[in-house]
């Protein structure tokens, strides 16, 4: 489909053929990215990992990092122990309040808060349910959704100067706020190197002396600290809300994935990440679930750089804004039997190669191509791991009077794909 945003021309793809020939065939020419007026503020569209250019050599250095260090093999292994600890602090938590109505998004945030700082420079900011994990889930939304909220200053880039929305300042404030909170840890890292007292290999070390041989500023490493922080923390709380959603709207499917956690698990208090490839109908769970809810509904849009693309059997003409639909191409008719029925069974047997958009398009909820999301990974090792975590340690209940058909999943279709209502749910022991 075409269409025209004020002064820009845009095509939204929404099938998997036509994503396709923008993330594969045509990935050379429709890798840009269109930067929205408010990604611009405070000049962090020039260094972060997700507004910046593929072709620029920064983009190329950042994501190297990603994957040669946090997201490889070796670097998921060096900081398992940090996410193993982070989930059964998670249960513990839990533990100390069960027979309570939660809000079962916002204490899972205060996990992935201190799972994602612990891996990225470790140390943990906030303590579960405490009022600084609340304030930085709301940062966290705040800064994702006001970067590319419509905006008068996108559709008319001649009104950008005058911000007539707002967007710009209100990220400008938003951003500054994450650089004031990095900035004592940078600080303190620092001066812990300096003196000799710090001998570490974590990430924010890598990063560090990447900055001392000149190859990032400082302003990059924490405008990449706020990439790597914004998209761990809200998208892996927003794939376990949804999917512990689905499993309470359908009793039947809840108690086959414990039934299989107690199969692989038996009395073993807390699984952790060696278990959870033991656990294959969990993982169809998950994916069936970021199908039908992936937590990032629309890509950030790309831009053609030249012409002489074709997106199903049209020319894409340079300047042209690309935007994908994940969520309709993850619910095409064309692609799936019954698109709209949460069916885990179509994802038994699948890997978490399948997570990754290599083969099928049809299923890709981190995207796909040269600006896939880098974090898949850890992503799908953290979801799995935490519901694992809290299905095994306990029963979950809807509170009073709450039927399983009561749980309300419309969804507020932004940046990310949040539930209308939050998700409420009372924990119980489990009797196994």
């Known amino acids: 489909m075409s269409l025209r945003l004020g002064t820009t021309d845009a095509i939204v793809v929404s099938s998997a053929a036509a994503a396709r020939d923008v993330l594969q065939r045509y990935d050379n020419v429709l890798a840009a990215r269109s930067v929205t007026d408010a990604g611009r503020a405070l000049g962090n569209h020039e260094r972060s990992v997700i507004w910046l250019p593929a072709t620029s050599q920064l983009w190329k250095r950042l994501r190297a990092v990603c994957t040669n260090h946090l997201f490889s093999a070796r670097g998921l292994e060096a900081t398992r122990a940090t996410r193993e600890e982070a989930v059964r602090q998670l249960v513990s938590c839990l533990g100390r309040r069960t027979g309570e109505t939660l809000e079962v998004g916002r204490v899972v945030f205060s996990c992935v808060l201190n799972l994602v700082s612990g891996a990225l420079f470790s140390e943990d900011v906030a303590g579960l349910s405490s009022d600084r994990a609340r304030e930085l889930e709301t940062l966290v939304r705040d800064t994702v959704e006001e970067a590319t909220k419509p905006n008068l200053s996108d559709l008319f880039p001649v009104l950008a100067r005058l911000d007539l929305q707002g967007r710009r300042r209100r990220s400008a404030e938003f951003i500054g706020r994450f650089y004031d909170f990095f900035d004592p840890i940078i600080a303190r890292r620092v ?138 191409i993850m619910r095409d008719p064309a692609s799936w039997a019954e698109p709209e029925a949460f069916v885990p069974e179509r994802f038994v047997g699948a890997s978490d190669a399948d997570f990754r958009g290599t083969d099928r398009l049809e299923f890709m909820p981190f995207g796909a191509g040269r600006r896939a999301c880098p974090g898949a990974p850890m992503a799908t090792r953290v979801v799995t791991l935490l519901l694992a975590s809290m299905l095994h340690a306990f029963e979950w209940r809807l509170p009073e009077g709450m039927k399983p058909c009561d749980v309300d999943v419309r969804d507020w279709f932004g940046t990310s794909l949040n539930m209308v209502t939050p998700l409420k749910a009372v924990p119980v022991p489990s009797s196994r």
């Not at 924490?222 to 689905?246: C, H, P, Q, R, Y």
């Not at 309470?248 to 073993?268: W, Y």
């Not at 790309?302 to 935007?323: R, Y």
């Open 191 to 328: 001066k812990a190197r300096g003196s000799g007292e710090h001998v570490g290999d974590d990430f924010l070390d890598v990063l560090l002396q990447l900055h001392s041989m000149d190859q990032l500023s400082l302003q990059t490493v924490k405008s990449f600290l706020l990439d790597l922080f914004a998209a761990g923390t809200d998208t892996n709380t927003i794939a376990v809300e949804w999917t512990m959603a689905e499993l309470l709207r359908h009793p039947a499917v809840m108690s086959k994935v414990r039934a299989e956690l107690r199969d692989a698990l038996g009395s073993k208090p807390c699984p952790d990440e060696s278990d959870v490839g033991r656990l294959p109908y969990l993982r169809a769970v998950v994916m069936e679930s970021m199908r039908l809810h992936p937590p990032s509904p629309m890509l950030v849009p790309h831009l053609a750089m030249a012409d002489g693309a074709e997106v199903g059997g049209f020319t894409v003409p340079a300047g042209t804004k690309v935007i994908i639909n994940l969520w309709a």
